[in-house]
């Protein structure tokens, strides 16, 4: 099979297989089975959300949602009878359980459609948040590679890298030529030092006329948005380190400075120390056992990964690791929120 029919095969495969998981989880959550897969309740994390907008290719589009859905999928879950809390309200929600399940919502990155968009969705649905801030990003001293990468891929027909082995051409000329140089990239920064190869990356961008710390202005907030932002009622914010690494490949020196600095910073902004943080990336590759204790030595009294999962009773001891649940651009139906907010994908091993 050719590798770029493969690659469109896989990818199609994998979100039918998605899809059909959500639409099951859907039908046996209103049968009533599994009802103690839901826990105590979810958190989300949702990253861009703005109106929907035509691109060349999308590779993030994962991480981008319409504000019209995350105002259906809220009003789905106040259907199913959620309370809305504050994240700094979950160990208490552990601790002393309700009958009605809760729901939070977290976003990461201090995107500058949190504020334009999604703010006033939550506005009036009168729904707590908290957004985690990257200083890096709000402070335009660092770039956010995945953006830069996007619009490299989708504003050029060829490229020249060096991978590690010398350079080579990659033909950008199709979708999913660009899909696939996207995940190479990927894997190229996931392997290597993160800094040098985001370095690369910059420096091949600039090359091309593009901008990276440009795109970081454009897309986030900064200080006088953040201390907006902070004042609103409904707004909380939370730590997300400097430089937004894998915590986990870096030295314990440094991976203690990105958490401790990260916080420092948003005190100084607004006057109030967070309480919480959001592991970047936050996966089981990039968090370990360490990167937990030092949200214990540091403070925190809440820390959230990415991996997958309602919140149940035995997270009240492990407050440090919490999972959310990502609210995916390619499964923008409330149904779909519902299924996984039941925790019958993650109890099938679907999640």
């Not at 109106?51 to 789905?76: G, K, Q, Y």
């Not at 009605?100 to 948040?129: I, M, S, W």
């Not at 040098?196 to 900064?222: N, Y």
């Not at 990964?305 to 149940?312: A, E, K």
Request: aromatic share 8%; glycine share 8%; with cysteine.
């Amino acid at each position: 099979m050719n590798s770029r029919i493969e690659a469109i095969w896989r990818r199609n495969l994998r979100r039918g297989l998605i899809t059909g998981g959500l639409e099951t989880a859907g039908i046996l959550a209103r049968a009533g089975v599994l009802p103690e897969a839901r826990g105590r309740g979810a958190i989300f994390t949702l990253h861009h959300v703005r109106p929907a907008e035509a691109r060349p290719s999308a590779p993030n589009a994962h991480l981008e949602v319409t504000p019209d859905f995350l105002e259906a999928a809220i009003l789905r879950l106040k259907e199913e009878g959620y309370d809305f809390v504050r994240l700094e309200d979950v160990p208490r929600r552990l601790f002393e359980p309700q009958e009605k399940p809760f729901a939070c919502f977290t976003l990461d990155d201090g995107y500058r459609d949190n504020l334009d968009h999604a703010l006033p969705v939550f506005e009036r649905q009168g729904v707590p948040f908290m957004v985690f801030i990257n200083e890096g990003f709000a402070d335009r001293t660092h770039t956010i590679w995945w953006e830069t990468l996007a619009d490299l891929l989708n504003g050029c027909e060829r490229l020249r890298f060096d991978f590690g082995t010398g350079e080579e051409e990659l033909d950008l000329s199709t979708g999913t030529a660009r899909l696939d140089a996207f995940d190479r990239f990927a894997r190229f920064i996931e392997r290597d030092c993160e800094a040098q190869a985001v370095s690369a990356l910059d420096a091949l961008a600039r090359r091309h006329g593009i901008q990276p710390l440009e795109i970081t202005r454009r897309l986030t907030m900064g200080r006088d948005d953040l201390t907006r932002l902070a004042r609103h009622p409904l707004a909380s914010l939370g730590a997300h380190t400097v430089s937004h690494r894998a915590l986990r490949r870096l030295t314990d020196a440094e991976a203690l400075q990105e958490m401790r600095r990260s916080a420092d910073w948003l005190e100084n902004l607004t006057g109030r120390r967070p309480r919480a943080i959001a592991y970047p990336y936050g996966t089981q590759a990039t968090v370990s056992e360490r990167e937990q204790e030092l949200a214990r030595r540091l403070g925190f009294d809440i820390a959230v990964t990415t991996q997958p999962g309602t919140v149940c009773e035995r997270d009240a001891g492990r407050l440090t690791a919490l999972p959310r649940i990502s609210l995916n651009g390619y499964y923008q139906e409330p149904r779909y929120v519902a299924a996984l907010a039941s925790g019958i994908p993650f109890a099938m091993g679907a999640g």
